[in-house]
């Protein structure tokens, strides 16, 4: 079962989130700041990481700089979601580490399609 840490401070976006992946047969494990998810990017191990970029203690982009440049954890996948649909910010997401980068509210198949895309990249069959 494919294991993915959720890093979301809003709760309603988080239990839709855990709700929908769940539904689809993935393990959801949950952070709710930028220091924890490098804590549980280490200690949980998931094969992907769906990380919102505005977050508190440490936002999405230092915490997924902190996540590449550790070496237990610099090969996950990393897909950055932020409300910010600003030009420049997909290219900021992809220059702290980001695989891949999507807008809020989410748009389900899409992430869908980008999770399987990032995951596929990272483990060929």
């Avoid at 998810?37 to 769906?50: G, K, T």
């Avoid at 910010?89 to 748009?107: H, I, Q, S, W």
């Amino acid at each position: 079962m494919v294991k993915i840490l959720v890093v979301e401070d809003n709760e309603d976006n988080r239990d839709m989130l855990i709700r929908r992946l769940e539904r689809r047969g993935f393990q959801v494990v949950v952070a709710l700041d930028g220091a924890s998810a490098v804590e549980m990017a280490r200690d949980a191990s998931p094969d992907l990481i769906l990380m919102d970029m505005g977050l508190p203690i440490l936002d999405g982009w230092q915490a997924t700089s902190l996540i590449r440049h550790m070496p237990q954890t610099r090969s996950i996948p990393i897909i950055g979601l932020s409300a910010n649909a600003m030009a420049g910010d997909r290219e900021k997401g992809l220059a702290a580490g980001c695989n891949d980068y999507d807008t809020k509210p989410v748009d389900m198949g899409r992430l869908l399609e980008k999770i399987g895309v990032v995951l596929n990249r990272n483990n060929p069959s």
